[in-house]
């Protein structure tokens, strides 16, 4: 193979890693720079080029690349561009997939964050060898990449896979970021558990280790602390929690019956504080049918890997 | 083309109708049986095997069957069994497609009727060119089947695509036949209309023809009746299914982002009376990047032929 390695590009609000990739998922080389550095896009793929560059030219992969995947926050696989985003500093529309190709002369091609994470789970990760699973992201929100017969699902228009956009609370529910309100994501994101821990807090009388955090602080780490700590207040939020996500897995089950759905993110760190009530609350909404069929997994990547990796698997399919 | 021509089955509860349709899905030739006639599956299949080989041999197509595919309730494409169906009259587990295929010496394909309707439409129907969509039955339940990529979602075990039973309503929801409560099936199907005609019947003083009807008999073709006839109890029943129905659409596209959501079954006949308020609901609780992107269209098909017609495609997949 004339050009036998791939660049892998994931852009985060905060930070923007990238590396370079070879055909068997290695690694060989990594770097970041800081998203919102610049607030015209233009400056920001100047400086990216600039590091990338100099990554290609030192492990001496000049003429090497086959090609450039990119995740992205809304990122459209179909269209090439970002047409709406409010977790990055530039305006949208942003034709991010031409912007970059035209500067490096290297075909593009780009996805959404959860997509790419999906795929670098599939290709080098815990979902290697599984045509059929579902892949949640509970970070700042809940993302999701979702595969079936070995296909990423991207739908008619490229959005397909907002499961952190379904509605489980339909009366009364939460604010969502969106403008509804009872989304997945405004339970169960980091933010989710912080909001729910502000509630319980409120609400609840009993001492907590979270009460000596200002109530307005507190994070999901926090939450996670206690609960580790014994605290069974926090202890009660990540149930509350993974009840909830248990009942949205019920219902992902019933359309695609995946052989997994596997958790990556920030929270995913909990581990068995919230798989064990997920698992729980699976099998007790499941429909029969399904029931002890779907695994529930944590990814075993690391976050960045993952990103990296799904996003540079993608420049094998770049083509000019 | 030695063997140009395909055979469909479509096993209902009370029906079996069965044609023989050629490479552009013209239906030779078709008649039905009574399903429920025989207590024993052999007594049926024998039947069955008296019938269509009378078809086949009438239309001169003796040895120009290509495949048999079958439609059925709860059948698995994978497994070629019926597992478990309350439905039918036989005892579960039915080992379908091997019984046929023996008894016919013909090759057969199985799958549920919901998706037996789905590649129907996609082969013959309104759904033709569409890559993305979701048939959705409203029948005596709540059936699907989703096309994704141009293929049929089958899932890791044969048996994805039971969108009748998402939760809509997660407190206080109605019995469901599948033993949870709160399914979409509980509000949407034929019956689950009449369930909520006798609600509103028994919770409401207003006059309405439906109350010439005995609470216990009426049907969803009375609540049309009525509806067609003016009467604000009967409409206000359409929009209370239609506006649960334009939920349950909303959170089915932030999964696949469907081109079209297409209705098929009894209820489906209803047309606008069912659409309008389906179409304001969905409106009204779609996620912002979805909106006006989804068609809702109605069947073309007639009911039988797209259920035999779907089932004949099949018979193309078919190999021994």
């Not at 000049?62 to 047409?83: E, L, Q, R």
């Not at 992201?137 to 397909?160: E, K, M, R």
């Amino acid at each position: 193979m004339s050009k036998p390695y791939v660049v892998g590009i994931d852009i985060g609000g905060t930070n923007t890693v990238f590396g370079i990739v070879d055909a068997r998922g290695n690694v060989l080389a990594s770097n970041s720079i800081k998203t919102a550095k610049h607030s015209a896009i233009e400056d920001y793929i100047d400086e990216l080029y600039v590091e990338l560059t100099r990554l290609i030219q030192t492990n001496g992969v000049v003429d090497k690349i086959h090609g450039i995947g990119i995740g992205a926050p809304n990122a459209n696989y179909f269209t090439g561009m970002i047409d709406d985003c409010v977790n990055l500093p530039w305006p949208t529309p942003i034709p991010l997939a031409d912007l970059v190709s035209e500067k490096f002369g290297i075909p593009v091609t780009i996805t959404n964050d959860a997509n790419a994470a999906a795929i670098g789970e599939m290709t080098y990760g815990v979902a290697r060898g599984l045509r059929d699973f579902i892949m949640i992201t509970l970070g700042t929100g809940v993302g999701s990449g979702i595969v079936i017969n070995g296909q990423l699902v991207y739908g008619h228009d490229g959005f397909a896979g907002e499961l952190g956009h379904v509605i489980m609370k339909r009366n009364n529910g939460r604010m969502c970021g969106c403008g509804r309100t009872g989304c997945l994501e405004a339970y169960c994101s980091a933010t989710g558990v912080a909001r729910t821990a502000r509630e319980f807090l409120e609400i609840r009388t009993e001492p907590s280790l979270l009460r000596n955090i200002p109530l307005a602080e507190i994070t999901s780490k926090d939450v996670y602390d206690a609960a580790v700590g014994g605290d069974k207040l926090a202890k009660d939020i990540f149930d509350y929690t993974g009840n909830i996500l248990g009942e949205a897995f019920a219902d992902f089950i019933t359309f695609s019956s995946p052989e997994a759905i596997i958790l990556f993110g920030g929270l995913a760190k909990s581990g068995e504080l919230l798989l064990n009530p997920i698992k729980n609350s699976l099998d007790k909404n499941i429909l029969s049918v399904f029931k002890g069929k779907t695994k529930i997994l944590l990814s075993e990547l690391k976050e960045s890997d993952a990103a990296v990796l799904g996003a540079s698997a993608l420049g094998w399919e770049a083509k000019i």
